[in-house]
T-cell receptor, first 114, second 112 residues
Framework: GAGVSQSPRYKVAKRGQDVALRCDPISGHVSLFWYQQALGQGPEFLTYFQNEAQLDKSGLPSDRFFAERPEGSVSTLKIQRTQQEDSAVYLC????????????FGEGSWLTVV | AQSVAQPEDQVNVAEGNPLTVKCTYSVSGNPYLFWYVQYPNRGLQFLLKYITGDNLVKGSYGFEAEFNKSQTSFHLKKPSALVSDSALYFCAVSRGSYIPTFGRGTSLIVHP
């Protein structure tokens, strides 16, 4: 597609509910990133894929967070048993392979846990 | 470890005046540096980047940034600000990890 597409754009979840956030990267982009952005803050790294391989998941805040990219294209970020502190914008980005390449962001998925 | 500092939470400038948004970085080796802009309820949009070469980088919407290795800075500039430039601006750095680290952001407010 023309850009990175994320869905849903807005999600309200009750505390304890599981949520799944989808990211469709730019066609041909090998690298895919997930970031978390709290209100008034910069994006914080969560996890990184190169094709289907999850090369870095050091930013995932707990074992309730899980990400996958099984066919090296679409990725899903799953949050189990959501808590209020999970409320944030979840940003997906993609790029061509290699350091220094520009990463392009989607519009984000706004998660509110009530 | 790599890091970015944006020392100003907010920058105020009058329309038509030049603007500067500051960024300093810390990384091992030569950095890759980026600026992004974020409008309300939107994702981050790429403005410009420095990889190598000329220290003055030109980007979208009339923005430019100057890489200064000795001061480890990459300040964003524009000669004449527009009200429509009002937004959040993020600086980012990466190197061998390929994973950009972002600053906390600077809110730019351009007054008519």
């Amino acid at each position: 597609g023309a850009g990175v597409s994320q869905s849903p754009r807005y999600k309200v979840a009750k505390r304890g509910q599981d949520v799944a956030l989808r990211c469709d990267p730019i066609s041909g982009h090998v690298s895919l990133f997930w970031y978390q952005q709290a209100l008034g803050q910069g994006p914080e790294f969560l996890t990184y894929f190169q094709n289907e391989a999850q090369l870095d998941k050091s930013g995932l805040p707990s074992d309730r967070f899980f990400a996958e990219r099984p066919e090296g294209s679409v990725s899903t970020l799953k949050i189990q048993r959501t808590q209020q502190e999970d409320s944030a914008v979840y940003l997906c980005a993609s790029s061509l392979e290699g350091a220094g390449n520009t990463i392009y962001f989607g519009e984000g998925s706004w998660l509110t846990v009530v | 470890a790599q890091s970015v500092a944006q020392p100003e939470d907010q920058v105020n400038v009058a329309e038509g005046n030049p603007l500067t948004v500051k960024c300093t970085y810390s990384v091992s080796g030569n950095p890759y540096l980026f600026w992004y802009v974020q409008y309300p309820n939107r994702g981050l949009q790429f403005l410009l980047k420095y990889i190598t070469g000329d220290n003055l980088v030109k980007g979208s919407y009339g923005f430019e940034a100057e890489f200064n290795k000795s001061q480890t800075s990459f300040h964003l500039k524009k000669p004449s600000a527009l009200v429509s430039d009002s937004a959040l601006y993020f600086c980012a750095v990466s190197r061998g990890s390929y994973i950009p680290t972002f600053g906390r952001g600077t809110s730019l407010i351009v007054h008519p």
